[in-house]
């Protein structure tokens, strides 16, 4: 059972970061609706009722998380961030190759590189992605893809 | 009397060979599209409304209804098995479904979604067969002012989602609020919080929103809370997955209640199938069978949402046909659909067009069997995915999130904001901050947004306005209530933990 005198784990830095980032976003909505939108108009509420009200509320509840002692059970460790950079250079490769292409090279390289599954399995899942995507989203949805240098080259 | 021999007449124009076929088409069509995340009822009946122009318009609204149901069924199984939900009102669906998945129940979630929604459905199409002009002269006492109230009820009900920490939940509903407030909107004409940005001039896009939210966020989790290889949990087989009697008399009574939830909020303009999913698992939670445990993965929480979906999908032909007044997003464009035919709904549709009427309505029986008859068929097939290990799910996961970010408005500033949104939402989620809220207000907003102004529109600035009508003084004394009780509960346990302590 734990009690008060228990030396307590410095609540880690992201916590901090996110009950601050929440601070700022609502102090920003609260400025703009009291400022920029209006708060009231003659017969009832402005456009900047709602960003007003509730940026406030934001603000002040972040303010109190951050000032707040308290602990968490999750941890944010650096494997966590692998989908976003692997993602990030998916997207920055659709402007080149084409989405479909880029999403399929995308599944290939992260079952090779991250999971180091076998070469046959990477292959064969890739290819199965790019298949189905093509068939619903190109053929049966007619979805217009972004243009790609490669669509140009070709 | 009168109502039955109509609804027999119109079981005779249904079940020609040519409308049963557009009916099963329609209700096939309607779950695949309604699993794949980033389309929804919406999406399919656009998509699939100029093919049914050459059709007889019956058959083109009877395929189209089917549509509608199969993407209700539809909906849960992404977000059971995947944790994206297909659409809004499978937002309710996730919370429990997607943690029965992980635990190895996907199969029993999947077959009460489907059970759920038959019943949900059936209770609606029931209630519109013979109260359909009743229900629609209901809908339409609820102004802005009781629209307002309703939609504000529904924002209190989040309260019991907050989770332990009570500042982090409200953190996050108001998140959701003011996510929402951005763009042009309805109600003021002017852009707000765009940056200039014409990709925010209609506001922050839902589906992106929601696939970052639930399906990428879960992807950066997956990355460090993910079983070794053969330690995952045990799959329960098919066989062992199908409800057996005692569970299906669990779940009939809640069905039945939360398809009469979800009936009563799809009658009310705008209020939607999201509405209806959430109040009735609200209410389900409030007064059902572990109801304290809905959220962490109970079969009573996937089939209180889905039956609410389903009633209120029902629920929102009732003021289309009688009025003319779309329900929901997808009545509207079925209400465009009925026009270009040549078809006016209102009052006078019941008596100019009694065949198209009442065929439309049995067709909406003989959709939701068909639609339940192919979810049924598809669960053997869905539960493969369940076996998919996870190394493999997470870049097909992926690339989901995606394509079906990009494919709602073929526009990469959604793929970029599905990106941000779900970065944002996996580190609120990892400092324990709930996402449900937020999603749920924004979806909630921009309606009690638009109510409130126009009721001071209505007044003239009066604000007692709120308290003119026996039904928003109902709920407004509900709201109050709830708001006391949730005070004094919190003051009541604060209390408790002191004297403990001391």
Redesign the interface.
Known sequence: MSTSDEPRAPRPLFVSAVALACLCFGALFFGFGVFKYGFWMDRGPGAGFFPAVFGAGTTLLAAFELMRPGQIKGRVQLRNHVPIIAMLAAILCIPLIGMIPAMALFVLGWLKLVEGAPWLRSLLVAAVTAVLTTLIFDMWLRVQFPPSLLDKLL | MDTLIALQNGFATSLSLGNLSAALIGAALGIIVGA?PG?GSVTGIA?LLPLTFGMDPTTAVILLAALYYGCMFGGAYSAILLNIPGDAPAVMTALDGYPMAKRGEGGQALFAANLASFIGGTVGIIALSFMGPLLAEIGLMFGPPETAALILLALCSIGWMLGD?V??G??AT??G??LA?VGIGS??G?A??TGGSMHLLNGVSFIPLVIGMFG?SQ???M??DRPKQGEGPKQIPLRESIPGRKQVARLVPLSLRSGLIGTFVGILPGAGATTGAFLSYVFQRKIGRNGDQMGTGVVEGVAASEAGNNGAAAGSFAPLLSLGIPGSGTSAVLLGGLMMWGLQPGPLLFTTRPDFVWGLISSMYIGTVMAVIAAMLIIPFLMQILRIPI??L???I??VC??GA??VN?S?FD??LM?TVG?AA????????PIAPLVLAFVL?PRL?SS??R???IS??DPWIFLSSPISVTLISVICALVVMGVAGAVASRVRVRTART
Do not use: C, Q
């Open positions: 794949i389309l998509l920490n500042a982090k409200l953190i108001m998140l609020i003011l407030v109600t003021f002017h707000r919080f990428f992807l950066l989790e990355m460090t190394s493999v997470i870049p097909v992926a690339t995606v394509f990009y494919s073929g990469m793929v970029w990106l970065i996996y580190y609120l989620k990892v400092a324990e901050y907003t947004e409130i102004r009721s001071f529109d003239n600035g």
